[in-house]
């Protein structure tokens, strides 16, 4: 089954005020005035953005601050010692090549300029979203190599070219500012699972390494106990309180339109559910143990798709259609 969910701006609206009630108390406690839409933001200029400027926030480190992985170092799944069974990890296989990134490196680094066999992905991950989307890494018929821009749209990470500046959002998979305003990125298929399933599955995969030429304590989380809770630390655009905002969520695109299948309507649903959306007929697969969802088409083929949280999915897409396991 599968239903709608509409606004509900009045029930949510109480909570939208005292967010930026919040907000403003911070921001005057730190001496910061309100922005204009022709500021600069961390080294972004944001006029003419295709988000209002003033919804577009700091998230605290400057540009770079964050450090982007370059040139990133793998080892061998035998090698990867540092991981526990139950770690979760992103897991890729693109041109032949599986390769796994670490959450817990992801947490402190959420962009890896890589390469499968020559061909430029870049992996991005917001740990306020729990969003890990892949794309390739060329628009407009270049090369582009991304770095982290310290900036948050909707609680969601904007990295940033390198090459012109511009700031992209990861959940649209759109340039919003800059000289490739509009541009769009080609996403890839991403697994989220534990590294214990990956490594099952891809006895051959290769592993981000810890080596990574900055100094970080990846055996600890800097958002140790976030997903538990229903705060979010940043405003967002458009809530709903149906599911606990932090409750994982796979989010589908297809003809434009937009679908969440919640984990625990999965659940529910027996972990394999055959839907029609948007003309398309896909099986949703999910798997309780590993919290991990994948769908596929008609022909058996992947789909890309994205492990979020509720409020992260909704935001972006209010609109959006919910599978309910529901008669």
């Known amino acids: 089954m599968t239903y709608d969910i509409g606004s509900r701006d009045s029930r949510n609206?109480?909570?939208?005020?005292?967010?930026?009630?919040?907000?403003?108390?911070?921001l005057l406690a730190f001496g910061v005035t309100a922005t204009t839409p022709g500021e600069i933001k961390n080294g972004f200029r944001l006029t003419n953005a295709l988000v209002p400027a003033e919804q577009i926030h700091s998230g605290g480190p400057a540009r770079d601050g964050i450090p982007a992985i370059d040139n990133p170092h793998f080892v061998p799944a035998r090698d990867a010692g540092f991981l526990d069974p139950g770690?979760?990890?992103?897991g890729i296989t693109y041109n032949g090549i599986s390769k796994a990134y670490p959450v817990a490196i992801l947490n402190y680094h959420e962009v890896v300029n890589d390469r499968f066999n020559g061909e430029p992905i870049v992996v991005s991950f917001c740990p306020l979203c729990g969003t890990g989307i892949a794309y390739l890494a060329t628009a407009g018929g270049r090369r582009l190599e991304f770095g982290v821009s310290g900036l948050l749209y909707?609680?969601?990470m904007l990295f940033y070219d390198r090459q012109t500046g511009s700031l992209w959002s990861q959940i649209r998979r759109q340039a919003i500012s800059g000289p490739m305003k509009g541009a769009k990125l080609q996403p890839v298929v991403m697994t989220h699972t534990r590294w214990q399933d990956w490594k099952q599955h891809n006895p051959d995969t290769l592993v981000l390494s810890t080596d990574t030429r900055h100094q970080r304590d990846y055996s600890s989380?800097?958002?140790?106990?976030?997903?538990?809770?229903?705060?979010?630390?940043?405003?967002v655009q458009a809530e709903d309180d149906y599911y606990h905002p932090k409750a994982l969520v796979l989010g589908l695109e297809l003809a434009g339109r937009f679908k969440a299948y919640p984990f625990s309507e999965l659940e529910k649903a027996g972990g394999v559910v055959h839907d029609t959306f948007a003309g398309h007929q896909i099986v949703v697969r999910y798997d309780a143990v590993n919290k991990k969802a994948g769908v596929v088409d008609e022909a058996g083929r992947s789909l890309v798709s994205v492990t979020a949280y509720w409020f992260a999915w909704y935001t972006f897409h209010p609109g959006t259609a919910v599978f309910s396991a529901a008669n």
């Open 13 to 26: 609206q109480g909570l939208r005020e005292r967010s930026a009630r919040l907000v403003l108390l911070v």
């Open 87 to 90: 770690d979760r990890v992103l």
């Open 221 to 235: 989380s800097p958002y140790a106990g976030y997903g538990a809770t229903r705060e979010l630390w940043f405003p």
């Open 154 to 156: 909707n609680s969601d």
